[in-house]
């Protein structure tokens, strides 16, 4: 079935627009966007394809779905902000900003850690429900009763789901306000950007389900019973199909269910891409910015049982995960697909979104080679 490719696409970048299509033509996506700016400009602003695994009903331009891991991206962008403005430090204890925390062998845990993940804290020591995911207090308790499960700071193990909730506490300490409202108060809001941490009933009918991928369901790890990586899936152990819920949507989980498209993420992280300032307005300094590639840990994580290098919040451009010959490149993406690049030397964002989940947890070859497709362009 053919699937038409809407949309904006500087000349210059026809090939992406291309291979784009191929993703949908080839069915290697039912529907899907894609979103690249220079300078602060859009220059790629595409979607196509369909908003349901029959291929019934088209994506729209205004569509939206979960994006998992890649709120990450969105999340850090709050703390970046934070820190920039002096509320947060990022080499302070936790325990400053949320004292319950410093308990049971974190009292030395600093909140960089947290946004490395090498806190320590990448799952939880006891099983907890679909309902109690969504109960933020709860989870924030249990995270500040919990032993960490290796040495923070030294090394990374991806924290898929509790990193959202252990900024969002300490968020909600310092701010009064939730990460998801801040988020939108100081961000999506002045920006007209269409991404949610906590989707308001009334974007319901923009909202799409998630396809999950064939037999994979819930998100697992490699790893034997008893390692880092299998203790961090099995609690909590996320359902694709939660995604469909509306308690999932109206959830604040700043690490895995933010809803938005490229468009929207694209844009979003112009802030990061362009030394603070997007749309005239500048949301943290350049210094701010330069935070991110503040090196924290690099080498095989814990969990992902992959090499990455970790700044603030984001992974870092490296040998294992080259996607820019710029150095100050930074990127994080989703479980099933979706991917966030940002290069802040040569001032370039894309994003890509998809409701067709692959099996990867941090992003997949469809939204990458749609990143080297415009990067090379952009950079030649």
Request: aromatic residues 8%.
């Amino acid at each position: 079935m053919s699937s038409e490719v809407h949309g904006i696409c500087d000349e210059k970048f026809a090939s992406v627009r291309e291979a784009f299509a191929n993703n949908l033509e080839s069915g290697a996506d039912v529907g899907a966007s894609f979103c690249a700016t220079v300078e602060g400009e859009t220059v790629i602003d595409l979607w196509g394809g369909y908003k349901d695994k029959d291929r019934t009903v088209a994506w729209e331009e205004d569509t939206i779905v979960n994006v998992y891991s890649s709120t990450k991206t969105m999340a850090a962008l709050v703390m970046l902000m934070l820190a920039d403005r002096g509320e947060i430090d990022f080499y302070e204890k936790v325990s400053k900003y949320w004292p319950e925390f410093a308990q049971n062998g974190k009292e030395a845990v600093e909140v960089r850690h947290i946004m490395s993940h090498s806190a320590g804290l990448s799952g939880l020591d006891q099983p907890v429900t679909e309902e109690q995911v969504y109960d933020h207090d709860y989870i924030a308790s249990l995270l500040a009763a919990q032993a960490p499960w290796w040495t923070p700071g030294s090394r990374s193990g991806y924290h898929a789901l509790t990193q959202g909730q252990l900024q969002g506490e300490i968020v909600r300490r310092v701010t009064g306000k939730t990460l998801g409202t801040f988020f939108a108060d100081e961000v999506a809001g002045p920006m007209g950007a269409d991404f949610f941490i906590g989707v308001p009933p009334e974007k319901d009918a923009q909202v799409i389900t998630i396809i999950p991928a064939a037999g994979a369901g819930t998100a697992l790890a490699s790893g034997e019973k008893g390692s880092i990586a299998h203790r961090t899936f099995a609690s909590p152990a996320v359902d694709a199909n939660w995604a469909g819920h509306e308690a999932w949507r109206r959830a604040e989980i700043p690490a895995a269910n933010g809803h938005g498209n490229a468009r929207s993420i694209a844009e979003v992280h112009t802030i990061l891409a362009n030394g603070g300032v997007a749309g005239g307005k500048r949301y943290l300094s350049e210094a701010g910015v330069k935070r991110i590639f503040d090196v924290q840990t690099e080498g095989e994580d814990l969990v992902l049982a992959m090499p990455v290098r970790f700044g603030m919040g984001f992974g870092l451009n490296s040998e294992a995960t080259p996607l820019s010959p710029n150095p100050n490149t930074c990127f994080w993406g989703g479980w099933g697909g979706s991917l966030v690049v940002i290069d802040t030397d040569a001032h370039l964002s894309g994003a890509y979104v998809m409701n067709q989940m692959a099996g990867g947890l941090v992003g997949d070859l469809r939204g990458g080679m749609l990143w080297a497709g415009f990067i090379e362009r952009a950079l030649g």
